[in-house]
């Protein structure tokens, strides 16, 4: 995508037009009477501000791929099903359209794909929805691509059902969307263990829906970072813990900057019966410019009393101090704040696992510092 | 080296330095002690260029360059180095990582070539040996979950990396057992030269009988108000602060 | 001393020595008929002989309030309000009238009340607290006013403050909270019967604590006060407030209006103790406190600081909040809120950042028992031009028993790089090591669990003025018994 181009466009065509013309049929982004919409308003994009430094990315991501996991698999065994879909998050009328629009299901048993890694780029595919199926104990990893600059422009849903004792790790990553909204909902079944990590970079407009539904001694674990420096970047979770002894735990951070919006709203939701829950969520925003704004509702809403649940969120921009530190060791503040906003995000590229994985992580993470 | 000529400093409105001045040639090692609230933090972070602390008068020269005109970074890069006496704690960055930026940056100030990584690596375990600092710690992010003691060994560490032409030490003994004092010193010790010069900042006379000053000054309310050798340094601990300074 | 005096007897006539919470006084009243309208609003502007401006303005405010919506974000269950069921103004016939007999009072609200000790008002009055009491919708007596007028402070019932100082009620009343902000502040500004009026002029730090103390006795009876504190330049005043409400099966309406205004270097410290009726075991009955509280720190380095103990009403909505539009301004919230049996509660603040450097704290302590909900609900908004603004945020809550609820609802909005936001929340039940060395020392369980729960809420207690730290400890307690088995 050439987003200089693109935005040229947008300024030059009347905003109206581009707004009933461009968006989402059903478009959540300008309904922000709905709670959970609330931050995630299309007015609010200053396409007046001059986005000098943005530039696309080629990521070059296959090459990349192939280049690391000579055995991985893309997904070519496909089966397409007409499935009976349920919902176990709450229902919203934006996530049912999806259904409307395309009542076929995408069903991939991953099971079969005993590589290391497997890749899902969701730019090979028409189909807005999907179903995975996991059940081996030995762990895998999933790479999930969400890039490329789609005419449809309608909601993606992306269902996971992670049976019992099943071990499944994800990296999902989204990078120079105009405009695109996903849902991911994970069921998981007892003992079963999630990691999930998201990159998100170079978007303008972007909303990603998180949805956890944890069985009995369930760990889940989300680790997401957020580099936003154009339009407004949404992340959303709601983990619901429905039996006891599960944990969770979440860390989402976002850099913001050019004028950027970024919004995160996460919720922990334990049961009356989910004794022995542990829930953690924390949400930290940097603001590298004075015109840059981050807007953060973690929730928790706790039925049970036997449980350790907390929360935390901090937006500032980068410590002083620390760059003081930097300088006095003869390191330009330019590159300390380079090193400084790696360090920002260090923690969600530690939590992923497999090796080849935090490889092509850290590569892609500096090419955005 | 360090010209210090009558400098007035003050923070948030209220004046700390009262029209200090010192004097440190090349080769020379000297002592600053004094009471709490005297300067003595105040002066090392003017030196290195700490916002906040505003220069009402006076001057600086450091190596014949007005050392007020430079930037913190720059002012590193001409070989000024400050040992803090609370380091930082930096979450997210590798401590030999951060020592290999520092290093380059100034090479690259220097107009050298980047350190290789196996230069780095030979260099950093020589010097991090003669500090007794695990390697483990050299891998862990910057100070953080260090004990105090390791902080401040992990200063030193970087100073004799770093090797400067001038070394600020800001009471690098405090917080320190015995033995990790006789190590930081020793580490000290090995970095001296008759090319570079230090300022040690200091309460105690204890840690001036590892590195033995050339000089030893008495600062309070903001002036120096004696100077001698390092006898000077014994007296004090005789006779207490409030005598010295009346005196 | 003559005045100490003269305030003892003055209140004791007022309550006849045996004011208890928790029963009714047979007194007789002079009301308007039931329902709301165009009228009774008229009819409560007449009986306050108010000037014709002030008519107009409650007719205005009515007209808005039947376009408005009820708010809907608060996470509480309840039926819908029928509005015309409540008698909007009601004033007692004489001040002498005294309630028919102690016998009428029912003896489990009786021992809960002698475990508080001796009765609040007369201590309030021992220790130097100059008092408002408002009855129903009548502010009956001020005390102190001599000493307080010396200074030139004013306070006074606001419907005499209409009458005596019409220019600043017109220049502050509905200028923090806009009449139109939700429904309920339109109410309360169409019908709004009597409350406190507070002016400390510049250069006036005041002596004594002044407090107001609000009763609902009547039944059926909407109790709709109106506050309106103004602090001038470099003055400090600090602010009592305490609730109470006797027990009835119906469910009683409140909404209170409470407006602060700090200009430069002010600053006004508002404590309050609620503990109007929670209604039964079982949640019947209990009143519905809906309070919109705010505060505008509009000068440079003015600070409003907010303290609240809530263990009553069967719902409560409020919201305190400040408003820190001077350079410097302080905001500060301390809040413990108490639910147990059916109540529910939807609290906290907002902070909303506006001058540079302004700083705001908030320490919320919830816990929920029995049946109860508890949430917390707060914003922290940082406009653009709030460079250098800080926040502080910490909401922890307790549970007991795993038929409650706790929830925890932040909304952190930052526009502005050079501000600096945390929040920090935590949910728990209560340790049992904890207990388990209370009750080894001898402690009964109830006994441990109000120990730890005080301690839990020690931050925000320190924060009361001495007469109600007593008090609200008690209290603390006393909300939590019969909710650990």
């Known amino acids: ?369 | 080296m360090l010209n210090i000529n009558n400098l007035k400093v003050s923070i948030d409105e209220k004046e700390i330095l009262k029209g200090l001045s010192l004097k440190i040639n090349k080769g020379e090692v000297h002592a600053l002690m004094g009471p709490n609230g005297s300067g003595k933090s105040t002066l090392s972070y003017v030196l290195s260029g700490k916002e906040k602390y505003q220069v009402n008068g006076g001057s600086v020269d450091f190596k014949d360059n007005n050392l007020l005109d430079m930037d913190v970074d720059e002012r590193a890069n001409n070989g000024l180095f400050l040992a803090f006496q609370y380091p930082m704690e930096i979450p997210g960055v590798q401590t030999s990582f951060f020592l290999r930026t520092a290093m380059n940056a100034k090479r690259k100030f220097n107009n050298k070539p980047e350190l290789d990584a196996l230069e780095f690596a030979k260099e950093l375990k020589k010097k991090s040996q003669e500090l007794n600092i695990n390697p483990d710690m050299l891998k862990r992010d910057l100070n953080v979950n260090y004990s105090g003691g390791e902080k401040k060994k992990q200063e030193i560490l970087q100073l004799s990396m770093l090797d400067p032409d001038l070394a600020i030490l800001d009471e690098t003994d405090s917080g320190l057992d015995i033995d990790a004092l006789r190590i930081v010193s020793e580490g000290v010790n090995k970095a001296r030269n008759s090319e570079n010069s230090f300022l040690v900042i200091t309460h105690y006379q204890r840690l001036l009988n590892y590195i033995k000053p050339d000089f030893v000054h008495i600062i309070a309310d903001g002036r120096i108000v004696k100077s001698g050798d390092y006898s000077l340094a014994l007296e004090l601990e005789e006779q207490g602060y409030e005598k010295m300074a009346q005196a | 001393m003559a005045a100490t005096e003269q305030t003892i007897k003055q209140v004791k006539t007022l309550e006849s020595g045996d004011y208890k919470y928790g029963f009714s006084s047979d007194i007789e009243n002079i009301q308007a008929p039931k329902g709301l309208n165009e009228e009774i609003v008229k009819y409560i502007s007449k009986q306050k002989n108010e000037p014709e401006w002030m008519l107009e303005w409650r007719l205005k405010a009515f007209n808005v309030f039947n376009k408005l919506k009820k708010p809907d974000w608060a996470k509480l269950n309840f039926p819908e309000i029928d509005y015309q069921d409540y008698y909007y103004y009601s004033s007692p016939k004489s001040m002498k009238d005294k309630p028919k007999s102690l016998d009428e009072i029912d003896p489990e609200i009786l021992k809960t009340y002698e475990k508080l000790g001796i009765p609040i008002e007369e201590q309030k009055v021992l220790s130097g607290v100059a008092m408002d009491v408002v009855l129903d919708s009548v502010s009956i007596a001020t005390t102190y006013k001599k000493q307080l007028n010396d200074l030139g402070i004013i306070f006074c019932p606001i419907s005499e403050a209409i009458q005596e100082h019409p220019e600043l009620i017109k220049k502050y009343l509905g200028s923090v909270i806009p009449v139109s902000d939700h429904s309920f502040s339109a109410l309360n500004s169409a019908v709004f019967t009597d409350g406190s009026f507070v002016y400390i002029p510049e250069n006036v730090r005041c002596p004594v604590e002044l407090s107001t103390y609000f009763r609902i006795n009547a039944i059926n009876t909407g109790q709709f006060e109106r506050t309106l504190i103004i602090a001038d330049k470099n003055s400090y005043v600090s602010y009592l407030e305490g609730c109470t409400a006797p027990m009835r099966d119906e469910n009683q309406l409140h909404a209170a209006n409470v407006e602060l205004i700090a200009l430069d270097n002010a600053e006004i410290k508002y404590s309050t103790v609620q503990n109007w009726y929670p209604g039964d075991k079982d949640g019947k009955g209990g009143i519905y406190n809906f309070v919109t509280k705010r505060g505008a720190c509009r000068g440079v380095n003015s600070k409003i600081s907010w303290t609240q103990v809530e263990t009553g009403s069967a719902i409560t909505w409020k919201y305190p909040s400040c408003i820190l539009q001077g350079d410097n301004s302080k905001g500060e919230f301390y809040s413990v809120a108490i639910t147990n049996n059916f109540q529910q509660a939807d609290t906290g603040t907002k902070m909303i950042h506006i001058g540079k450097n302004t700083t705001s704290k908030i320490i919320s302590k919830g816990i929920s028992a029995g049946n109860a909900s508890n949430t917390y609900r707060g914003q922290v908004k940082i406009q653009p031009t709030a460079i250098n603004a800080r926040n502080f945020t910490q909401c922890d809550s307790l549970l007991i028993g795993n038929e409650c609820g706790a929830h925890t609802v932040p909304y952190i909005e930052s526009a502005n790089s050079d501000a600096q936001v945390e929040h920090e929340a935590t949910t728990s039940k209560i340790n049992e090591d904890q207990l388990f060395y209370c009750q080894q020392r001898g402690l009964s369980h109830e006994d441990a669990v109000g120990l730890i729960v005080n301690g839990f809420c020690k931050e925000v207690l320190q924060n009361l003025p001495m007469e109600f730290a007593v008090e609200a400890k008690k209290l603390v307690s006393i909300s939590l018994e019969g909710s650990v088995g």
Request: proline fraction near 2%; aromatic fraction near 10%.
């Open chain 1, 1 to 369: 995508m050439d987003v200089e181009k693109y935005i040229q466009n947008i300024k030059n065509s009347k905003l109206n037009q581009y707004f009933q013309n461009n968006l989402l049929e059903l478009n959540p982004f300008r309904n922000h009477k709905i709670e959970n919409y609330k931050y995630a308003q299309l007015n609010k994009i200053d396409y007046n501000i001059a986005h000098k430094n943005i530039h696309s990315i080629d990521l070059n991501i296959k090459d990349n791929f192939h280049d690391i996991f000579k055995n991985a698999k893309t997904m070519e065994h496909v089966t397409l099903d007409h499935m009976q879909w349920t919902f176990n998050a709450p229902d919203s009328p934006i996530r049912l359209s999806s259904l409307i629009k395309d009542p076929v299901v995408h069903s991939f048993d991953l099971n079969n794909f005993n590589e290391e890694v497997c890749i899902i780029d969701l730019s090979n595919y028409l189909e807005l929805n999907f179903i995975f199926d996991y059940s081996n104990n030995e762990k895998m990893s999933l790479i999930i691509i969400d890039s490329e600059i789609n005419s449809n422009k309608s909601p993606r849903y992306l269902k996971f059902n992670i049976h019992e004792k099943a071990n499944i790790e994800i990296l999902q990553m989204s990078y120079n969307k105009e405009n695109s909204l996903i849902f991911y909902e994970f069921n998981q079944n007892d003992s079963s263990n999630v990691n999930l990590t998201a990159l998100q970079a170079n978007n303008v407009q972007l909303r990603n829906e998180f949805y956890f539904n944890l069985a009995s001694h369930c760990s889940t674990k989300i680790s997401g970072t957020n580099f936003c420096n154009l339009g407004v970047n949404d992340n959303y979770s709601f983990i619901q813990h429905n039996k006891p002894d599960s944990s969770s735990k979440e860390v989402f951070k976002s850099i913001v900057d050019h004028g950027a919006i970024t919004n995160f709203q996460g919720k922990i939701y334990v049961d009356k019966i989910a004794q022995k829950t542990d829930g953690y969520q924390m949400s930290r925003s940097l603001l590298l410019d004075d015109i840059s704004k981050s807007n953060n509702k973690p929730e928790l809403e706790i039925y049970a009393d036997d449980v350790k649940c907390s929360h935390g969120s901090t937006i500032s921009k980068i410590d002083q101090d620390h760059l003081y530190y930097f300088n006095s060791r003869g390191i330009s503040s330019d590159l300390a704040t380079k090193i400084l906003k790696k360090a920002f995000i260090q923690e969600v590229l530690d939590s992923i696992e497999n090796v080849s994985l935090k490889q092509i992580s850290d590569k892609i993470v500096s090419s955005f510092l």
